[in-house]
T-cell receptor, first 113, second 113 residues
């Protein structure tokens, strides 16, 4: 595997379910990001981790819970989501938060029913 | 408040034509302006980027033009090809935070035969 991978690629969940999105980067980077991509809206930065420490939370509802156990892995735990949370969730990595370009994964298409 | 405004929302260009996408920013502290290309089912990928010390940067058929006084920058795709059909995002960031990006809303480009 190279670059940034995300699993699953598609996810359908009910509003009462609990699920997790996984991101793994094989680039030796130390910064990782979660974005939400909705139609006709700018990419919304959700969370930023630098060297496993969360450095940014952009007022994301608590039903989204990130976890970064090491610099290569990032999770987004989901629970009690709303239909408006349906979107493409993108993970990205960079050398650090102050250095290097962002490399994006293919995303997880989430549908909340 | 949207800090990076992108237009048009969609664009149809004939093969061989020139595709032009425009972005305007508000924050004068921005000093790094990348463009990302996103194909369906893929994450955004860095296409070309510019810093305000130059007014133009060219890489192959892709050119960024930058107007610091107007706080505008644009992407020109020369000799557009069907394979260029994708969504294009402009972005901006501040010095020292090259990997913390503010994105535009995207332009869906379709190049027809």
């Amino acid at each position: 595997e190279t670059g940034v991978t995300q699993t699953p690629r598609h996810l359908v969940m009910g509003m009462t379910n609990k699920k997790s999105l996984k991101c793994e980067q094989h680039l030796g980077h130390n910064a990782m990001y979660w974005y939400k991509q909705s139609a006709k809206k700018p990419l919304e930065l959700m969370f930023v981790y630098n060297f496993k420490e969360q450095t940014e939370n952009n007022s994301v509802p608590s039903r989204f819970s990130p976890e970064c156990p090491n610099s290569s892995h990032l999770f987004l735990h989901l629970h009690t989501l709303q239909p408006e949370d349906s979107a493409l969730y993108l993970c990205a990595s960079a050398q650090t938060v102050t250095l290097g370009e962002q490399y994006f994964g293919p995303g997880t298409r989430l549908t909340v029913t | 408040q949207q800090q990076v405004k992108q237009s048009p929302q969609s664009l149809i260009v004939q093969k061989g034509g020139i595709s032009i996408i425009n972005c305007a920013y508000e924050n004068t502290a921005f000093d790094y302006f990348p463009w990302y290309q996103q194909f369906p089912g893929k994450g955004p990928a860095l296409l070309i980027a510019i810093r305000p010390d130059v007014s133009e940067k060219k890489e192959g058929r892709f050119t960024i033009s930058f107007n610091k006084s107007a706080k505008q920058f644009s992407l020109h795709i020369m000799d557009s090809q069907p394979g260029d059909s994708a969504t294009y995002f402009c972005a901006a960031s501040k010095s020292g935070t090259a990997s913390k990006l503010t994105f535009g809303t995207g332009t869906r480009l379709q190049v027809t035969l």
